[in-house]
């Protein structure tokens, strides 16, 4: 198992005025799974072409357990690479495709045997050796492609958005099969997403990723739960974010009074955040109740959505059940304390928080 650290990781390309990544410093544990998640042009997939060796940073150093690998090719790393298509060769069967890294490396014909067999059965597609990728859905190519990576006994598994082809229930049994896998070798590896669900259901940890910046990197139920900034908070899916002042646990904003867990923090201006799915509608006042309208009501399968309209702020609720209230009753969103959460102007980093 295989720990890398990357410390004030820079990347610039020509005709782009910001960087790809700027000053990025992160550590992933042996054996662990860590999500790079953000959106398209956020430097997560610069970032895995970096620890594999195929671009080098213009600043910064990384390390496998404490040794950097800038001065080794990406042949010579052992940090494989997965892509969103497979890339098997065609005219190569199954056996082929997987053993390929063996061959190249010299292995025995009894030892490529018994690898491509042990492989197989490991992504669970046993018997199929003599098969031609186009004979094979596309989940099977992404298991074989998987299994060929393996094959070689890599330090480092890289996935570069692996599942993003896939229907959806084909994504979702691959991404069992995946972290299964990765759990069995214990094999440290790096997972590029752009889909949050993905990254809080497969990893140990999370990198959030914006515009070439570490925003977080959090374990997948802190992330969710308590994001540290409001770019963070944002990505992940939080929309409601209410500054105002803060002193005696109370914060004074310009909907009302809300009772926080201010938890020792100063006297002064703050922004306390709150998730769409913790926040509930009312017919009367309660604690931590504001007066809103209700503008819309969309009904999303597993859940309804209301967009709501306090003052003069928007603001988004999740609910498990309709509200219904009598016709011209009076609607209020309660704000749980419980749930109610500080979060850091961008600007200002949050304290450190240990691994």
Same mark, same amino acid.
């Given at each position: 198992?295989?720990?890398?650290?990357?410390?004030?990781?820079?990347?610039?390309?020509?005709?782009?005025?910001?960087?790809?990544?700027?000053?990025?410093?992160?550590?992933?544990?042996?054996?662990?799974?860590?999500?790079?998640?953000?959106?398209?042009?956020?430097?997560?997939?610069?970032?895995?072409?970096?620890?594999?060796?195929?671009?080098?940073?213009?600043?910064?150093?990384?390390?496998?357990?404490?040794?950097?690998?800038?001065?080794?090719?990406?042949?010579?790393?052992?940090?494989?690479?997965?892509?969103?298509?497979?890339?098997?060769?065609?005219?190569?069967?199954?056996?082929?495709?997987?053993?390929?890294?063996?061959?190249?490396?010299?292995?025995?014909?009894?030892?490529?045997?018994?690898?491509?067999?042990?492989?197989?059965?490991?992504?669970?597609?046993?018997?199929?050796?003599?098969?031609?990728?186009?004979?094979?859905?596309?989940?099977?190519?992404?298991?074989?492609?998987?299994?060929?990576?393996?094959?070689?006994?890599?330090?480092?598994?890289?996935?570069?958005?692996?599942?993003?082809?896939?229907?959806?229930?084909?994504?979702?049994?691959?991404?069992?099969?995946?972290?299964?896998?990765?759990?069995?070798?214990?094999?440290?590896?790096?997972?590029?997403?752009?889909?949050?669900?993905?990254?809080?259901?497969?990893?140990?940890?999370?990198?959030?990723?914006?515009?070439?910046?570490?925003?977080?990197?959090?374990?997948?139920?802190?992330?969710?739960?308590?994001?540290?900034?409001?770019?963070?908070?944002?990505?992940?899916?939080?929309?409601?974010?209410?500054?105002?002042?803060?002193?005696?646990?109370?914060?004074?904003?310009? #909907?009302? &009074?809300? @009772?926080?867990?201010?938890?020792? $923090? /100063? *006297?002064?201006?703050?922004? =306390?955040?709150?998730? %769409?799915?913790?926040?509930?509608?009312?017919?009367?006042?309660?604690?931590?109740?504001?007066?809103?309208?209700?503008?819309?009501?969309?009904?999303?399968?597993?859940?309804?959505?209301?967009?709501?309209?306090?003052?003069?702020?928007? #603001?988004? &609720?999740? @609910?498990?059940?309709?509200?219904? $209230? /009598? *016709?011209?009753?009076?609607? =209020?969103?309660?704000? %749980?304390?419980?749930?109610?959460?500080?979060?850091?102007?961008?600007?200002?980093?949050?304290?450190?928080?240990?691994?």
């Amino acid at each position: 198992m295989t720990r890398i650290a990357l410390t004030g990781i820079t990347r610039s390309y020509l005709r782009r005025a910001p960087p790809a990544l700027a000053h990025v410093s992160l550590a992933v544990e042996p054996g662990t799974l860590l999500a790079l998640l953000g959106a398209s042009g956020s430097g997560k997939s610069t970032l895995l072409k970096l620890v594999a060796g195929v671009e080098a940073p213009d600043q910064g150093d990384i390390a496998f357990d404490g040794r950097s690998v800038l001065p080794v090719p990406a042949h010579r790393r052992r940090a494989v690479l997965v892509f969103q298509n497979a890339y098997l060769f065609p005219f190569l069967s199954v056996a082929e495709n997987i053993a390929f890294g063996l061959r190249v490396q010299g292995a025995s014909r009894a030892t490529m045997q018994a690898e491509v067999r042990r492989m197989l059965d490991l992504v669970e597609l046993p018997g199929i050796e003599r098969k031609r990728p186009a004979q094979l859905s596309g989940g099977e190519q992404q298991r074989v492609a998987l299994a060929r990576a393996l094959a070689i006994r890599p330090r480092v598994l890289l996935l570069d958005e692996p599942f993003s082809s896939l229907d959806s229930a084909v994504r979702h049994t691959l991404q069992e099969a995946v972290r299964r896998i990765q759990r069995e070798l214990g094999i440290t590896t790096l997972l590029v997403t752009h889909d949050r669900g993905e990254a809080l259901a497969m990893a140990d940890r999370v990198a959030l990723l914006d515009r070439g910046a570490l925003l977080a990197h959090e374990t997948p139920q802190r992330l969710f739960a308590r994001p540290p900034t409001r770019r963070a908070a944002h990505l992940m899916g939080v929309t409601t974010c209410l500054r105002g002042e803060l002193a005696g646990g109370q914060l004074r904003t310009s #909907l009302g &009074v809300l @009772a926080v867990d201010a938890d020792g $923090a /100063p *006297a002064g201006l703050a922004t =306390y955040a709150i998730r %769409p799915e913790h926040m509930r509608l009312a017919c009367a006042p309660e604690p931590n109740a504001l007066p809103v309208r209700v503008l819309a009501e969309t009904f999303r399968g597993e859940r309804y959505e209301y967009l709501l309209q306090a003052g003069d702020e928007t #603001l988004r &609720v999740h @609910a498990f059940q309709p509200f219904t $209230a /009598p *016709a011209d009753a009076p609607a =209020y969103v309660v704000l %749980p304390t419980e749930h109610l959460f500080p979060v850091c102007d961008d600007a200002v980093a949050p304290p450190a928080r240990p691994a």
